[in-house]
């Protein structure tokens, strides 16, 4: 286990970082110092000793050196919106933010790619992109204020990875400052290519254990021209949920399939959009495509297949404006639940498309058996659900914990994942094993060590201390 | 540099295979051991000093463990359809050939999933999923004989990667033997899962020489309800790249676009399938989507836009026999191309779309210059092109040597990649150096040595022997 970092090397790494970056770039004012402590995992706050903010890479390249020659830990940081504790610095040191490298630097039409540095937000690439009549799919639910770099660390998906697959899909080329310093180039700018080993494919989602990078080349794609969203309710969860796989086993492929349960469902009604009354679940299904004729006409069979398993209603969205608030509805699921009671724990697993409504079941029946409030929502189409443990307070929480690994170990058991998008960072690192077999994870951890012989980069992420 | 086997060595491999596989999973025939010496990347021939044919994950480590414990060379082999000498063992030892290991595991419909042994044969995988309504995209112009874990290890391509992406996009998880034998499980069965290192996106591409896949859990998708295949015909190829970038550009994405110039349909036109006359050069457009009207407008579009930028002819396919006609003249390219002249090599660049036509008429420029023939075709809508010199001789072989290396640097100075689905294999390898910077280059041999540290498993690929 890495120690906490020693006062004394953490200010000859403040010297030599203020010398080199200037005393602008870094900080240690309590405030921030306990801010970048924080992130939207709910594991806890976990003050930095220094916040740095290089602006190019030659400067991550400076930081990164400094804390190997110092023996102080570091870890790179993004937006702060991570789910699973990537970005929380565990033993402080250095939180090394890429804020403040921001810059789109090439959007080119011709040959659908963009470049960007880390620290560019992701819905303002995607804003930046649709006015030249591109598109850069992958949608966190927290786009408006994650960042690239740190959706590349974590390989971040969202309700469009139904159709258009993960960041992972669009990273052509990384600039990557490995943990001692040492400054590569992987990848490429083309859209097919395989020279050498697919570093880009090893470092997208390594949650900052592996480097970090200073340029993210992107693949986009043409816009789809036509897109179309509607609303179906059902009386319960598991009826969405067996809609969700018939309309996949149909052949059909929305590029959005969003599930929410009615407790989802009333934290967040009223709050700019209403749902229909009674609705005890329901899907926001979104089908785009070439012209209008052929996206109306999925969208009316996503229809006609979810009326089939039960459907109450569908409201098709008449407008941009109509979109949107279906589209905000589903966002803010995850705050509105803070509302409901005083702590919640969201999970994040995935199971095979066909075991979603069974699963659901199970968990329904779980928290009624443990007494505990759960909600679920999230990408039924992938079989990506985030499962919310709502409770009153800590004398709750082992209850709570039981509920943990009951999750995750039936979502593994039907032969899925105890992470579709959020990584496991700190959140889940105790967990890994029981995806993993011990084999696969002593592996990952030699692979670690060669990157990091001295752990000193984002210690005590995705695997158990020791 | 990895010497050739010692006898001696290969005989105590030899006795101890025998033991372990039975002894009719051992072969040392001369003709056999010439035959898993050659490949499709004329590049030479290379024999075995032992072809073992495992039938089982667990015999597959036994030869693994048995070449360690001996130091004798070992290299997996698919189906030999290589381009790039991935599968030559060079310094002789054992060809490890997964041929035995060819049974479709699962197919299922409503997981989207397909889980099979490494020796399945690519086109008689997408028969069967296609035969329940699913699709596997990639297509290698050898799909009726190569191998899903050759594509695995080569990170195989096609045509329709320009829609559809290529084989990394489609493997979801691995069973792989490393090369000390062990055996480990990564990645997952679900559509999304983040959980660890993406250990499967570093194993896909690595050309055999970080493991072997013993089992392989692929992604597949609904069936697209129609397809629709065009033909259109230019004066000249550089007018047909223009057309092709001309109707990316305009946000159209075709399933495939693949390019044909002069030369190549010269070789190919009357066996099966005749060419309008006069055409200087072809586009094999496709299109597919989910109804008759949307996919007819989209390709319509195609031909408009191509009629623009000067299209003299095109022929839609009326008919599935039609269609299958068409594809038929363009995946014998590569073979009606040795009927031209007696020699030829078969380079694989990939440029940035917008740069096509312009690449296309300085390799004309340059086969003039040089007096060589050069025929170009592929993939023409990604930018990955088959550029072959066709020649008379060992005498020319000079001239070529030197056309090749003005190719490469000619890829590389646009932007692009020495190869965009072939592999660097044995041989680009002296090449990776014009794409790739020293650093990044020795980090890929230090995971090399991190994988494989005796330098046993498929030496001399993809980095230069030193």
Redesign the interface.
Known sequence: MTARADPSQVAEVRAALERALGPGAVKADPDQLRAYGRDESDTGEFPADLVVLPSSASEVQAVLRACQSAAVPVTPVGARTGKSGGSLPLHGGVSLSLERMNRIKLI??????AVVEPGVITGELMKAVEAR?LFYPPDPASLDSCTIGGNVA??A?GPR??KY??T??YVLGLEWV?PDG?????G???????????????F???EGT?GVSTEVTLQL???P?QVMTALITFASVVDAARAA?AV??A???PRTLELMDDLSISAVDGRGFSFPPNAGAALLAEVD???E??VL??LGRVGEICERNGASQSLAAQNEDQRQKLWSARRSIAIALRAVKPCKISEDI?????RIAEVISRLKAMGEELGLAVATYG?AG???LHVNVLYEGPSERPKVDRAIVRMLELAVGV??????????GYA?RDF?HL???P???S??R??KR?FDPAGLLNPGK?FPEI
């Open positions: 080119s039409p011709e040959d659908l790619i009549g974590e390989n998906g990875a139904l697959g993960v992972r899909d490995l040492r400054l590569i180039r992987a490429r700018r083309t859209i097919k290519g395989v020279a050498g080993y697919d570093l880009v494919g090893l997208v989602g390594s592996l794609i043409p816009l021209r796989s996949l086993a052949g059909v492929l495509g070439i012209d004729a052929s006409g999925e995935a199971v095979p498309r066909s990408h992938d079989g990506n032969g899925g994942t105890i992470t579709g998008e959020h990584g496991v889940k890994l995806e993993q077999a084999e696969l994870i592996l990952q030699e692979l060669f995705m």
